[in-house]
């Protein structure tokens, strides 16, 4: 677009020309331009001058007949209308020259008259301008009607400047402008109207005419700004002309086709302009497919095709720059379904980036064309040579050649030939690749921010095509390598190919052989795309150096690559681009998602999951290739994690295997190792398992000619994904295995097991143990085999019933208290061992703990004992882990062995102790609090003061083994002591009492708590047992287990019932029974007592009876009663009741029972007498 | 003078063009005829003098140069050109761009309205000599007709597209087709060869 | 049309008999996949040939609705009798007279006997499953329909009591949870869904 003319790029602005007076015209030219619309002003000094505005050139005398014109469009015409032609000429005179001296009047005239007869015979208006320095000197009426005579001009064209005054400047300058204006539409208008005329009653010679016609008719209309009109004649112009080529007969068809586009491209910027600052994107780009279709087949003979193209791709560079600066959007009242019917437009349309890539395409045919025509033309130009002094003529698209004979030059039309070789010539100076390029980079990148991808890879790859051409083969190559990726991805393998061509040269012309190597054979391996067509010549320029993707053309690349490495080794390598890039050996390196992979795939199975170490385990590798014809591998290294377990194969054709650096693999013969195509290769080796752990086959390097290394990384039947490019072809998929299920499931790595220890490690525990007593589990490790080095032994405690730690979670912050501890390991053996155990590891915790085991040589032992204490009742898995090597050297030390035991191990409580509080004999305190607590539950049993409260402990052996109780013990805590006294009744005779499983012993102690407290700790029951030692076992330790005694209240009772009766009676002898009751208040109690009959006894005195007892004192019921029954009696049941207390006290049945004999026994009494008191007491 | 009408907007072919000429001057036929000796639409820089395809049914009329299945991931499934072969790679390129905008079209958030949801897709773009029409059955599998750069009805358009996907229906029904793979039936092909010379003839006349 | 209906069912009765009896009478899980796959790839045609003609489902719901209505009657000319969905990709298809249940049927002296309810039970659960490997195929049918529309799902199937129920879930939750082995064929989807049919 910049390449225009500046006239035509812009809109035209109307001209006026001004005349005399120069002292002025900057100020008036200033002020008309900056008008808007501006105009533009022709100043001309003085009126000498005043010539120039002359038609130029002879005028034609009419009766002439009229000679076709030579062209259809002047170059200067426009220019000459901008710069020459004014619409207006304004004479400019001082007041002071027309007014007075007569001299100067006249002079004025004489100049008048010039200028008259300079514009005279065209349309060009006259003005008058008077210019007077104050707005106050008056001119004379006669003078200014004088001058509009001398001048024809009606008085409102004659315009009077006022120069001193700042308003009135503005004012009549203001004057001077609407003057113009009107003028200039007027004169538009006019020699539109004059052109119009003859285009309308078709009074013209030839076609070229008629389309000048338009062309002025548009470009008046321009002036005055009617584009409307403008359009309508520019395109009656346009189509016009489209008629001329068929018609018109004036030139060589040739330059011809050359003029008449070189016009169309002017109506049709012209056109497009218009529309697009108009804001009609549809319609423009509408009609720029008319133009496009109306002149894409015009290209004229093939000697000047390129013109064409130039032109053609021209067109969409210049449309699409329009599209890019006039920032076109589609519109919203736009169809949203481009391309069908309701909207014949597409998206891409509207992007400037589809223009470029035109253009580019298009600026790439033209430079095949000149190629083609160079070619052609280079037998014909030594006959007749560039003609010289060729130039652009008066006409637009058309060339001349200058022709001097003395002083005489002329301008002699060309002849076709002359025309070609001169534009050829002329074109074969300019260097297209980087104008292509650059276009191809425009429309790249806007394709790229439009997120269209395809069609920006597709420019990148004009680029690189471009590059390559240019010779500039690394930037192409980088190209071509972006663009490979999508067509790779998307499988467009056509495309691919061509691609992997171009990459091809590259790399051969970059001297790189190993690239050339790896495409050769991604090419080679490539898919045949089923549509692509026979080959034949013109494919060859078509898809590439690559040739047509045909198989048998595969195949030729693949023996290329063969040739190649081949070549080196016959040392004239000089005709392979690589003459000493190639080292001794190229590595390919293929791994999962490299593109190489068609060309060769490893996949390698195990046949089992886990093995034993260095036992034989099978693997089966398999290869494929893709390539089109057979690959003979010379040798297949197998590679491991474990170097011991690679293995290498060689084929037998091979005459002399290559020693191999690594001498520790297998080396294996193979009768043929060759690869056909699509058809898995399967071997089946047999390899020893290493050391235990992990053995994964990581690759396997084919050498192929000796001089072509691949290595492919070992894929796992089970993982493997399918090709990316041939899993679209229709074909049978075969499986890397024979066995199907190995081929589902096939792994690529296998577990290998640590060997099994042959080291006995024993627990051996008694029975389930005890809370608090400290357990052992005895630990007994004895080699058979094995020698034990740097032993170590971890012992770990869990929960058994899961939960892991031991601890509960409440009680999990402070890590004391643990339910089941590890105390401690005790190594039972002579104190040589036992001194060397000293410095060795030794961690001991809550719940785990290490040792280490000293060194043992084969066939002799070492035990130990586990000390556990338990907590709580609760049942454990002991974990006991041995790990050791088999020798002292690091490199055994390295890799261990581990042997694990578990046991579980209950913990049970091994007493379960329980109490009783009762009564004192025969007395029966009233306690308060047992009145007023009926309510509430609070069941805390409560004592009375200075009575001697029963105590019965009861310790109940819930194991299932003996255990014997050493002792049985009430310890008060703190002040206890002197607040209460608890003796021991009855206890443990003769050291111990042994209790059998599920038996129960009794201890009864008395109370007498001597204070009252509502809450009293009696202290905690302290129980001294151990397991039963007569069993044998030598655990004779004591174990302390203590129970807390519940809080009691102590409180004095108000009222005390005792109850005095003798130890037994005879049968039917009379004995009395006191009940005394004893008022420990200061207060006078009212107390009812009754008697109820029983049918064993009579007795005499009142049934009911009440009384009321004084403070600190005693009330006294004595009964006489005869037992009549024989056998433990129940006495007649007595009632008490405290009025106050409203409470009713009855001695409880055990005290109110009494035996009578049936006659008197013969004992002695004291003893039971002393019984009896003692129990009293 | 003879007055001629001719619209730009529909261009001539070459017969046209020998019908009209009246007697010339013989340089200017000879221009002529190299001028529209070269106007076959398969017309690239490769055409020097190659004469029209014979699988056009009127030469210099809309034929169809290429059709082409696209799979799930934009991989052809099918390509078929009915041109000389040297242009296979050209339309290869232009199947392929041609796939951005069935992308821009089918899944541009402000086109909503249900009638877009209709499998013919219309224009994709005009490119150099070709016109490149769209269509996108149900089950994402893309369909792409490219023309000589004629205009080519809508109703030729969806026409052809109906029947080559009834033909595209049976070929992938048959039990051995597996889903996802080129569609490699003779069958088939000679098919689509039938709907292609065919195409235009149903609905022009 | 009556004929052909009947060698259908009996076309896909004798596949399950053969398949479950005779290939693959050991692994009965074995057999469910192959059946399955083969309903797949008949799901996958029929819905190619099905949708011609027809504009292009814009979601889900609207491949389910012809998964109910017109693919339906293609094939049982009849249509699915309940769909409900939660929302979120779960969707219940229902059939209550599911034709090709219609013809399967208990011996009836195993039905009423209460001679050795084991023996019964065993003789009841042997019947249940022959149904749902019945069954297997029409998943295979509906996933590789919804599949080849872009809806990568898994189906499974289950019958509460004759006549069976067909009822598909599809949780968006459960994206790669779901077997590869639940697509034999491999799916493109963008999600994955999750079926059955009860």
């Not at chain 1, 690749?433 to 425009?442: D, G, M, N, P, V």
């Not at chain 1, 691609?499 to 050769?520: A, H, Q, T, V």
């Not at chain 1, 398992?689 to 084919?702: H, N, R, T």
């Not at chain 2, 014979?54 to 050109?81: D, E, K, T």
């Given at each position: 677009m910049e390449d225009y003319p500046e006239e035509l790029r812009t809109p035209p602005v109307s001209l006026v020309s001004i005349v005399g007076c120069p002292e002025l015209h900057p100020s008036i030219s200033a002020a008309l331009s900056s008008q808007q619309p501006p105009m533009n002003t022709l100043a001309l000094p003085d009126f000498a001058k005043a010539s120039i505005l002359a038609r130029s050139g002879k005028p034609r005398d009419p009766l002439a007949p009229s000679q076709p014109p030579a062209g259809i469009l002047k170059k200067d015409w426009l220019l000459k209308h901008r710069t020459r032609v004014p619409a207006a000429v304004a004479a400019l005179f001082r007041a002071d020259q027309v007014s007075g001296d007569p001299a100067q009047w006249l002079q004025a005239c004489s100049d008048l008259e010039n200028l008259k007869s300079a514009i005279q015979g065209k349309n060009t208006k006259l003005v008058v301008v008077l210019v007077q320095a104050q707005a106050s000197d008056e001119l004379s009426e006669d003078v200014t009607v004088a001058l509009r005579k001398h001048a024809e001009i009606d008085s409102k064209h004659l315009v009077v400047l006022v120069e001193h005054d700042e308003a009135e400047w503005n004012r009549s300058l203001n004057k001077l402008k609407n003057v113009f204006v009107e003028l200039c539409a007027a004169f538009y208008k006019e020699e539109g109207r004059r052109i119009k005329a003859r285009i309308e009653k078709r009074n013209f010679a030839s076609v070229e005419l008629s389309i000048r016609y338009c062309f002025k008719v548009s470009i008046y209309a321009e002036f005055r700004r009617d584009w409307p009109e403008a359009l309508k004649f520019y395109e009656e112009g346009v189509r016009v002309l489209r008629e001329m080529i068929g018609t018109s007969t004036r030139l060589p068809p040739t330059q011809r086709l050359v003029e008449i586009k070189a016009v169309a491209e002017q109506f049709h910027f012209k056109i497009s302009t218009l529309l697009l600052h108009a804001g009609k994107v549809v319609e423009a780009i509408t009609w720029f497919r008319k133009h496009i279709r109306s002149y894409e087949r015009v290209v004229g003979t093939p000697e000047v095709a390129f013109l064409h193209w130039e032109w053609f791709s021209r067109q969409f560079l210049v449309f699409g720059e329009l599209i890019e600066t006039t920032s076109t959007t589609i519109p919203d009242t736009l169809s949203p379904r481009f391309g069908t019917a309701d909207n014949a437009l597409t998206e891409w349309e509207f992007q400037p980036a589809y223009y470029y890539q035109l253009a580019a395409t298009y600026l790439r045919e033209k430079r095949y064309a000149i190629e083609c025509s160079s070619s052609m033309a280079n037998l014909t130009t030594e006959v007749n040579g560039v003609p010289e002094s060729v130039m652009p003529s008066v006409y637009v698209g058309q060339y001349v050649r200058l022709f001097e004979q003395g002083d005489t030059v002329s301008v002699l039309p060309l002849s076709d030939t002359e025309y070609t070789s001169?534009?050829?010539?002329?074109?074969?100076?300019?260097?297209?690749?980087?104008?292509?390029?650059?276009?191809?980079?425009?429309?790249?990148?806007?394709?790229?921010?439009?997120?269209?991808?395809?069609?920006?890879?597709?420019?990148?790859?004009?680029?690189?095509?471009?590059?390559?051409?240019?010779?500039?083969?690394?930037?192409?190559?980088?190209?071509?390598?972006?663009?490979?990726?999508?067509?790779?991805?998307?499988?467009?393998?056509?495309?691919?190919?061509?691609?992997?061509?171009?990459?091809?040269?590259?790399?051969?012309?970059?001297?790189?052989?190993?690239?050339?190597?790896?495409?050769?054979?991604?090419?080679?391996?490539?898919?045949?795309?089923?549509?692509?067509?026979?080959?034949?010549?013109?494919?060859?320029?078509?898809?590439?150096?690559?040739?047509?993707?045909?198989?048998?053309?595969?195949?030729?690349?693949?023996q290329e690559v063969i040739n190649v490495l081949e070549r080196k080794q016959s040392s004239e390598g000089t005709d392979d681009g690589f003459n000493n890039a190639m080292e001794e050996v190229t590595h390919l390196d293929i791994d999962q998602i490299s593109p190489l992979r068609m060309v060769l795939t490893a996949s390698v199975a195990f046949h089992d999951q886990s093995v034993k170490p260095g036992s034989p385990l099978l693997v089966s590798v398999s290869l494929l290739s893709h390539l089109p014809s057979p690959v003979v591998v010379d040798q297949l290294e197998v590679q491991f994690n474990q170097s011991d377990c690679n293995f290498v194969i060689h084929s037998t054709q091979e005459?002399?295997?290559?020693?191999?650096?690594?001498l520790r693999d297998q080396v294996v013969q193979d009768t043929s190792l060759t690869l056909f195509t699509n058809r898995w290769m399967r071997l089946t080796h047999?390899?020893?398992?290493?050391?235990?752990?992990?053995?994964?086959?990581?690759?396997?390097?084919?050498?192929i000619h000796k001089h072509l290394v691949i290595c492919c990384h070992a894929e796992s039947p089970a993982s493997m994904e399918d090709f990316p490019l041939w899993k679209f072809e229709n074909q049978v998929e075969t499986l890397p295995t024979k066995d199907t299920a190995l081929a589902f499931s096939g792994q690529k790595l296998i577990q290998v097991e640590e060997p099994d220890a042959q080291v006995d490690l024993v627990l051996n525990s008694a029975g389930p143990a005890l809370v608090g007593e400290l357990f052992t589990v005895p630990v007994t490790i004895e080699s058979k085999g094995h020698a034990v080095h740097s032993g170590e032994l971890k012992i770990n405690l869990v929960d058994a019933r899961g939960g892991g730690l031991l601890l509960s979670p409440r009680e999990a912050e402070d890590s004391e208290s643990h339910h089941v501890e590890l105390l401690g390991v005790s190594t039972v053996s002579e104190d040589k061992e036992s001194k060397e155990e000293a410095d060795s590891i030794r961690k001991i915790q809550y719940s785990f703990g290490v040792v280490s085991v000293p060194t043992l040589s084969v066939g002799d032992s070492w035990s130990c004992k586990l000390e556990i204490k338990w907590h709580r009742a609760k049942s454990v898995m002991l974990y006991v882990s041995l790990g050791y090597s088999l020798g002292s050297s690091e490199e055994e030390a390295l890799h261990r062995l581990n042997i694990h035991r578990s046991l579980q191990i209950e913990g049970q409580i091994p007493l379960l102790v329980s109490h009783q509080f009762l009564r004192p004999f025969r007395r029966e305190p009233l306690l308060l609090s047992g009145i007023r607590s009926l309510g509430s539950d609070d069941k805390k049993c409560s004592l009375a003061m200075n009575e001697s409260n029963m105590l019965i402990v009861t310790a109940r052996n819930c194991t299932d083994v003996p255990l014997c109780l050493h002792s049985m013990t009430i310890q008060p805590d703190g002040d206890g002591e002197q607040l209460c006294s608890v003796p021991q009744i009855s206890g443990i005779s003769n050291g111990h009492a042994v209790v059998a499983p599920s038996e129960e012993y009794k201890g009864i102690f008395s109370v007498n708590p001597r204070a009252i407290s509502t809450n009293f700790n009696l202290g905690e029951i302290c129980l001294n047992w151990s397991r039963d030692s007569s069993l044998g076992e030598d655990q004779d330790r004591l174990i302390i287990m203590k129970e807390q005694l519940p809080e009691v209240s102590i409180e004095e009772p108000p009222l005390v019932v005792g109850m005095e009766c003798p130890p037994y009676a005879i049968l039917g002898i009379p004995f009395t029974i006191y009940v005394k009751i004893h008022n420990s208040t200061s207060l006078l109690q009212e107390i009812k007592y009754s008697l109820v009959d029983s049918q064993n006894f009579v007795f005499s005195g009142a049934h009911n009876h009440a009384a009321f007892i004084l403070p600190k004192s005693e009330h006294i019921v004595s009964h006489k009663l005869v037992p009549l029954g024989s056998g433990s009696q129940q006495l007649p049941k007595i009632t008490v009741t405290s009025v106050r207390y409203s409470a009713a006290l009855t001695p409880s049945a055990s005290a109110a029972t009494v035996f009578v004999y049936p006659s008197e026994p013969k004992f002695n009494l004291e003893t039971s007498h002393s019984t009896s008191d003692e129990i009293v007491s | 003078m003879v007055p001629v009408d001719v619209k730009p907007s529909s261009p001539i072919s070459p017969h046209e063009w020998a019908g009209r000429e009246p007697s010339q001057s013989p340089e200017l036929l000879r221009g002529l005829s190299l001028a529209t000796g070269r106007r076959q639409p398969a017309g690239g820089r490769f055409l020097r003098s190659s004469p029209?395809?014979?699988?056009?049914?009127?030469?210099?009329?809309?034929?169809?140069?290429?059709?082409?299945?696209?799979?799930?991931?934009?991989?052809?499934?099918?390509?078929?050109?009915?041109?000389?072969?040297d242009d296979a790679l050209k339309l290869h390129h232009i199947v392929h761009c041609s796939l951005d905008v069935i992308d821009e079209r089918v899944n541009n958030p402000k086109r909503s309205a249900p009638t877009l949801n209709e499998t013919f897709l219309g224009l994709l773009y005009p490119t150099e000599n070709y016109k490149v029409y769209g269509y996108l059955t149900n089950t994402k599998v893309k369909f792409i007709m490219v023309t000589t750069d004629l205009e080519v009805k809508d109703a030729d358009a969806r026409n052809f597209f109906r029947k080559f996907h009834a033909a595209y229906v049976d070929a992938v029904s048959n039990p051995f087709h597996v889903p996802g793979k080129k569609i490699a039936s003779r069958s088939f092909g000679a098919r689509v060869s039938t709907i292609v010379k065919s195409f235009g003839s149903g609905t022009t006349s | 049309m009556a004929i052909a209906e009947s060698c259908v069912d009996a076309v896909v009765m004798e596949m399950v008999a053969v398949y479950c009896g005779g290939l693959y009478a050991a692994k009965p899980e074995l057999a469910a996949r192959r059946i399955e796959a083969i309903g797949f790839q008949v799901g996958h045609q029929l819905s190619e040939r099905y949708t011609m003609e027809r504009p292009r489902f814009s979601d889900h719901l609207e491949a389910i609705k012809f998964i109910c209505k017109d693919f339906w009657s293609e094939l049982f000319k009849k249509q699915i009798d309940n769909l409900k969905t939660n929302h979120r990709g779960t969707f219940v298809l229902q059939d209550n007279r599911f034709r090709w249940l219609t013809r399967v049927s208990l011996d009836p002296y195993t039905e009423n006997t209460d001679s050795t309810e084991?023996?019964?039970a065993a003789l009841g659960d042997t019947a249940a499953q022959t149904t749902t490997m019945l069954l297997y195929?029409?998943?295979g049918l509906i996933r590789g329909a919804l599949t080849n529309l872009g809806i990568s799902c898994s189906v499974s199937a289950d019958m509460s009591n004759l006549p069976a129920y067909l009822i598909c879930f599809m949780p968006v939750t459960i994206i790669d949870s779901l077997p590869k082995s639940a697509s034999p064929l491999g799916t493109h989807g963008g999600m994955d869904n999750y079926f059955w049919v009860l």
């Open positions: 001169y534009a050829l010539s002329e074109a074969e100076r300019f260097q297209d690749s980087y104008e292509i390029i650059a276009l191809f980079r425009k429309a790249y990148e806007s394709f790229q921010s439009l997120g269209a991808t395809r069609m920006a890879s597709a420019c990148s790859g004009g680029m690189a095509i471009e590059y390559y051409a240019a010779g500039d083969f690394s930037n192409a190559k980088q190209l071509f390598d972006s663009v490979a990726g999508l067509y790779r991805q998307e499988g467009w393998t056509t495309l691919l190919w061509e691609n992997l061509g171009y990459l091809r040269e590259c790399s051969m012309k970059l001297n790189s052989p190993k690239d050339f190597i790896s495409y050769s054979l991604e090419m080679a391996a490539l898919p045949l795309f089923s549509g692509s067509g026979a080959e034949n010549r013109e494919n060859k320029i078509k898809s590439g150096p690559a040739g047509s993707p045909t198989i048998s053309r595969r195949e030729n690349i693949q005459d002399s295997p290559p020693l191999d650096s690594n047999e390899v020893k398992s290493g050391q235990s752990g992990k053995l994964e086959c990581l690759s396997v390097k084919a050498t | 029209v395809t014979g699988s056009s049914p009127l030469p210099g009329g809309i034929m169809i140069v290429c059709v082409a299945v696209v799979g799930h991931q934009n991989n052809p499934l099918y390509l078929q050109s009915f041109t000389e072969a | 084991n023996d019964s195929f029409p998943c």
